[in-house]
T-cell receptor, first 115, second 115 residues
Framework: DTAVSQTPKYLVTQMGNDKSIKCEQN?????MYWYKQDSKKFLKIMFS???????INETVPNRFSPKSPDKAHLNLHINSLELGDSAVYFC??????????????FGPGTRLTVT | DQQVKQNSPSLSVQEGRISILNCDYTNSMFDYFLWYKKYPAEGPTFLIS?????DKNEDGRFTVFLNKSAKHLSLHIVPSQPGDSAVYFCAASAPGGTSYGKLTFGQGTILTVHP
């Protein structure tokens, strides 16, 4: 009965490869997010989708492309992986509406290592 | 430009005592503040939040205080328990528009509660 799940949990790949991380939530939320936690442990938002519509797109390289096939899923595809992409990526979701103060529920994270 | 700062990387407390975690912010547009707890290899878990129209919010052993004039908030845990040992993140959000749902996180404080 996991609320927000991500696959895979660990991902080791070489520079230049293309990879995807999948996220699913069973909370019935309308809004989903991707965050990146870098080596300095800062959690920074990358994207958010509300009911399959892109809402937030921070200054993320266009090698990163989110895809939301339905409101329960938000996948992250990364092209031409670089060493600097190594990080932990967290998916999150929240209910719809004015999101200020509405808690976001996080998945367990995907640790991506690019060699 | 780090808009949310947690200046103490770590805090060590004896079981049963009070833990006080601090957070400062610079963006006066922030109107909601949240605290998350994170265990290793897991995603952040929502703890407690506070609106900028309040100066205190309490939930069981957890109390958050907000001082808007000082742009400072703190999380008090009383009494502290060994299971509280985790990384605590402060987060803030601003009103809608392009900031819709965006949480800005601090870099986290590692809390260790000794038996």
């Amino acid at each position: 009965d996991t609320a927000v799940s991500q696959t895979p949990k660990y991902l080791v790949t070489q520079m230049g490869n293309d990879k995807s991380i999948k996220c699913e939530q069973n909370l019935g939320h309308d809004t989903m997010y991707w965050y990146k936690q870098d080596s300095k442990k800062f959690l920074k938002i990358m994207f958010s989708y509300n009911n399959k519509e892109l809402i937030i797109n921070e200054t993320v390289p266009n090698r990163f492309s989110p895809k939301s096939p339905d409101k329960a899923h938000l996948n992250l595809h990364i092209n031409s992986l670089e060493l600097g992409d190594s990080a932990v990526y967290f998916c999150a979701s929240s209910r719809k509406g004015q999101s200020n103060g509405v808690p976001q529920y996080f998945g367990p994270g995907t640790r991506l290592t690019v060699t | 430009d780090q808009q949310v700062k947690q200046n103490s990387p770590s805090l060590s407390v004896q079981e049963g005592r009070i833990s006080i975690l601090n957070c400062d912010y610079t963006n006066s547009m922030f109107d909601y503040f949240l605290w998350y707890k994170k265990y290793p290899a897991e995603g952040p878990t929502f703890l407690i939040s506070i609106s900028s129209i309040k100066d205190k919010n309490e939930d069981g052993r957890f109390t958050v205080f907000l001082n808007k004039s000082a742009k400072h908030l703190s999380l008090h845990i009383v009494p502290s328990q060994p299971g509280d040992s985790a990384v605590y993140f402060c987060a803030a959000s601003a009103p809608g528009g392009t900031s819709y749902g965006k949480l800005t996180f601090g870099q986290g404080t590692i809390l260790t509660v000794h038996p």
